[in-house]
């Protein structure tokens, strides 16, 4: 008898593609469960594409107050996280997923974009994400991270929002998240450099407003023609 079950989506996923795994080491651990528990994220969890798990710092906080940062050597502002709870972390996530690059959110990194996100849907290891908070962290823990990543020349008041959108990033580019498989190819930077043409939908007139005739009437070579002279180049 034939398994039609075989053709399912989870079960091509499952036996092609082993589940990626992003693990995310913060002292906030709740500020992910609106990202993690929503929309797609929720969706490619439960087709099991991918593992979304955060790893509580304070869990490997040192003493009964559960120490995570101290002073900085040389004097200054603020509080660093110490080595030894950022260390432990990350053996635990390494655990869990032996084969994972490790990432530190800085702003010193190399600059996100959507050409590193390509890559990374593609690569065949997980993910285990430092989150700096304060002031930042001791400059030891770079001596176990694969890259350094920057979401843009600002300063955040921790490593969680860009963990959180380079997880986005990534994850809505893994075949199987979106619903059209072509949905992310065509969109704005794909090719590195161009923005995505303005949309409209439904309906044709809106206060006054109309959706460019070209759109409405069919003609696919038009719309092409149209989107194409509407797209744009970045800076
Ligand atoms: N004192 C540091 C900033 C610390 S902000 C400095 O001047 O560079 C606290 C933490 O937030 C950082 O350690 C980092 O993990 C995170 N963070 C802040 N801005 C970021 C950005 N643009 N990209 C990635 N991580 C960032």
Not at 122 to 125: L, N, P, R
Not at 158 to 169: F, Q
């Given at each position: 008898m034939i398994d039609y079950n075989i053709f399912t989506k989870k079960s091509i996923y499952r036996t092609l593609v082993r589940m990626k795994k992003f693990q995310v080491i913060t002292l906030f651990p709740e500020m992910f469960t609106g990202v993690f528990e929503n929309s797609m994220m929720w969706?490619?969890?439960?087709?099991?594409?991918?593992?979304?798990?955060?790893?509580?710092?304070?869990?490997?906080?040192?003493?009964?107050r559960q120490q995570v940062d101290d002073t900085p050597y040389g004097g200054g502002d603020g509080m660093l996280l110490k080595p030894e709870p950022l260390f432990a972390a990350v053996a635990e996530a390494r655990k869990n997923d032996p084969t994972a690059k490790v990432l530190l959110m800085?702003?010193?990194?190399?600059?996100?974009?959507?050409?590193i996100a390509q890559n990374w849907s593609?690569?065949?290891?997980g993910y285990i994400f430092i989150c700096g908070r304060y002031e930042?962290?001791?400059?030891?823990?770079?001596?176990?991270v694969d890259e350094q990543v920057s979401v843009g020349d600002y300063v955040l008041t921790?490593?969680?929002?860009?963990?959180?959108?380079?997880?986005?990033?990534i994850v809505r580019l893994i075949p199987g998240v979106l619903g059209g498989e072509s949905s992310a190819q065509i969109e704005s930077f794909s090719d590195g450099e161009t923005l995505?043409?303005?949309?409209?939908?439904?309906?044709a007139e809106f206060e006054g407003m109309a959706v460019p005739e070209v759109l409405l009437n069919g003609n696919h070579a038009l719309i092409a023609k149209w989107r194409a002279d509407h797209s744009f180049k970045a800076e």
């Open positions: 969706k490619a969890q439960r087709d099991e594409i991918v593992q979304l798990r955060t790893i509580n710092l304070r869990n490997f906080g040192i003493g009964p800085t702003p010193r990194g190399q600059r996100w974009k959507q050409s593609e690569s065949d290891h930042g962290y001791d400059e030891r823990i770079v001596s176990l921790g490593g969680e929002l860009p963990a959180m959108t380079i997880i986005d990033s995505e043409f303005p949309q409209y939908t439904k309906p």
